[in-house]
């Protein structure tokens, strides 16, 4: 069977580049299947995670980003002309190719990829809750044109995920909030990316947080909450692993609070499962997340997780008082509380360490990737007994 996935970069060390990365090559390489990947803005930048070499990829190089800073109304006519061009360069690959489904990841081609003309079933894979849009826009950009410019744009992906074949969420808590207006829902979540395995020494002092530098991942408020934690446990350290636009920010912010060596923001590791295996527990202050693989990661390393409640993921891996610890979006104090918790009760985190690695075991690939089997064996045949 041959599958056509499109995604704007894989140079990202991110979620969504890690679980594509590792779908495709158990397709390829444990089912047979023929797949292409599409880029648009890998701009002669190298993979991140490794590829299998069955996997064929075509980089067109649109570069939407480029844009993104301009004046908006540049910014719009800009936008216009590169979605023209990289429709007309989709349709050239699908008459080419001939795949039997296209899958988008929710980016740009989600906006016409239904116009093609194609034979092939329609997949769409939404990695993040239905107002991605709006999040995005306003965690940027402060006003009410923002917001409202955020509410267009997340009402137009509703109307197109309302054309595809199959919309996939990763929770059930999407399936049920996309299930109010679309007939197409169905959940298949992400696959655990490492194999679960037990840590050899649970008393390390230091606490990891795994995730790009930007608004979306609220480490300024985690920041706020190492405050408090540092005041009663200044022995204990944070690790923030990941890179972005907000290092100097953060950095600055860091050294101003007079937490320099209590918080160390760590770049990129090639080796993260290590250093999730030398971490008492996980921290995630995202202020929105689709199903987070940093949680999965940390979990199949035996690590517990405090984390804010936001929308919709954590709730759907973390039961709170079992794995882990939910605590409403935004509060520092009640984050910083949870934190302290966790450190001062060595017995709770172990059994929270033990029920982390059980959770882990419901997310390995080879169940994952069953589900996906099944269904592109789906669509095909009802696309050819149509």
């Known amino acids: 069977m041959r599958l056509l996935y499109f995604i704007p970069a894989l140079f990202n060390h991110g979620g969504m580049e890690r679980v594509l990365t590792s779908k495709v090559n158990y397709l390829v390489d444990k089912m047979g299947y023929r ?16 590829l299998s070499e069955k996997v064929d990829l075509i980089h067109l190089d649109l570069d ?16 216009q002309l590169k979605m023209i061009k990289y429709k007309k360069e989709v349709q050239k690959l699908v008459d ?17 990829i239904y116009k093609l003309k194609t034979n092939a079933a329609i997949v769409c894979e939404m ?44 929770t059930n808590q999407d399936k049920n909030q996309w299930g109010k207006t679309h007939q197409n829902v169905l959940h298949i979540p992400n696959p655990a990316t490492f194999e679960v395995r037990k840590r050899e020494n649970e008393d390390y002092k230091t606490v990891i947080s795994v995730g790009r530098l930007d608004p979306q991942k609220g480490y300024s408020m985690l920041i706020d909450t190492w405050v408090r934690v540092q005041e009663k446990h200044p022995e204990w350290i944070l690790n923030i692993f990941g890179t972005g636009d907000l290092k100097e920010q953060l950095e600055g912010k860091i050294n101003a609070l007079g937490l320099k060596g ?6 990129k590791s090639d080796e993260i499962e290590n250093e999730y295996l030398k971490s008492s527990f996980f921290v995630m202050s995202s202020l929105y997340e689709g199903l987070p693989m940093v949680l999965l990661e940390s979990m199949s390393c035996g690590l517990p997780v405090v984390s804010f409640d936001c929308e919709w993921g954590p709730r759907e891996i973390i039961t709170n008082g079992y794995n882990g610890f939910l605590v409403e979006t935004g509060d520092v104090n009640q984050l910083a509380d949870k934190i302290c918790q966790m450190i001062e009760n060595p017995e709770l985190r172990t059994t929270m360490s033990l029920n982390a690695l059980e959770v882990a075991k419901k997310y390995d690939i080879s169940i994952v990737m069953k589900k996906w089997d099944a269904l592109f064996k789906e669509l095909k045949n009802s696309n050819v007994s149509a």
């Open 262 to 267: 209590n918080i160390n923001l760590k770049g």
């Open 64 to 79: 939407f980003n480029s844009h993104f800073e301009k004046a908006l109304i540049l910014k719009y006519f800009s936008h």
């Open 127 to 170: 990695h993040f809750s239905m107002n991605i849009r709006t999040q995005f826009l306003v965690s940027r950009k402060r006003g009410l044109l923002w917001t409202v410019l955020g509410n267009i744009r997340t009402n137009q992906l509703k109307n197109t995920t309302k054309k595809v074949d199959k919309l996939i969420v990763l």
């Open 35 to 50: 797949i292409t990947i599409v880029t648009t803005d890998q701009m002669s930048r190298g993979c991140y995670f490794s």
């Open 96 to 112: 080419i190719i001939k795949p039997d489904i296209l899958i988008s990841l929710g980016g740009k081609e989600i906006d016409f």
